[in-house]
């Protein structure tokens, strides 16, 4: 019984120390492309969600794609205009306004080390461009 009981401790303080290596894990070294160049974040990193989503700080990639971001503090809201798409992203809620039209996102923006994260599939798709995952180099591949 003593054996066992040694057993469950020792299990008991392994998986938290395992699941602390695989929440470190989910975050380390995601990579953004753009029409084959490497994005540059040089003060805010891009990262994997508790959905599964990539955040990335929105200014980098959307300017990369030729997009304007502007930034309301009073409302916690990012307009991104390029062209004729006009997107409307506000802080903590799973809706984003394309054009008027009201669609939902299976994530939320959020601020994070005082930078400002979006989905980058959903912002990227709306302003015309294909997105992509390449698992093997946990790189977006965006063109």
Same mark, same amino acid.
């Given at each position: 019984m003593k054996k066992l009981m040694i057993i469950l401790v020792a299990i008991a303080l392994t998986v938290p120390v395992i699941g602390g =290596? !695989? !929440?470190v894990n989910a975050d380390a070294d995601v990579s953004v492309t753009v029409d084959g160049e490497k994005v540059v974040f040089p003060d805010a990193k891009p990262f994997i969600d508790e959905n599964g989503r990539t !955040?990335?700080? =929105?200014?980098f990639v959307t300017e990369d794609l030729g997009a304007t971001v502007e930034w309301n503090a009073e409302d916690r809201e990012v307009y991104i205009t390029k062209d004729k798409?006009? =997107?409307l992203i506000r802080i903590g809620q799973e809706r984003i306004l394309v054009n008027g039209v009201t669609k939902t996102m299976d994530t939320k923006a959020i601020i994070r080390y005082d930078r400002t994260y979006v989905p980058i599939r959903y912002v990227a798709e709306e302003l015309g461009a294909t997105v992509g995952w390449d698992a093997s180099t946990r790189t977006v591949i965006i063109t």
């Amino acid at each position: 019984m003593k054996k066992l009981m040694i057993i469950l401790v020792a299990i008991a303080l392994t998986v938290p120390v395992i699941g602390g =290596v !695989l !929440l470190v894990n989910a975050d380390a070294d995601v990579s953004v492309t753009v029409d084959g160049e490497k994005v540059v974040f040089p003060d805010a990193k891009p990262f994997i969600d508790e959905n599964g989503r990539t !955040l990335i700080p =929105v200014r980098f990639v959307t300017e990369d794609l030729g997009a304007t971001v502007e930034w309301n503090a009073e409302d916690r809201e990012v307009y991104i205009t390029k062209d004729k798409a006009n =997107v409307l992203i506000r802080i903590g809620q799973e809706r984003i306004l394309v054009n008027g039209v009201t669609k939902t996102m299976d994530t939320k923006a959020i601020i994070r080390y005082d930078r400002t994260y979006v989905p980058i599939r959903y912002v990227a798709e709306e302003l015309g461009a294909t997105v992509g995952w390449d698992a093997s180099t946990r790189t977006v591949i965006i063109t």
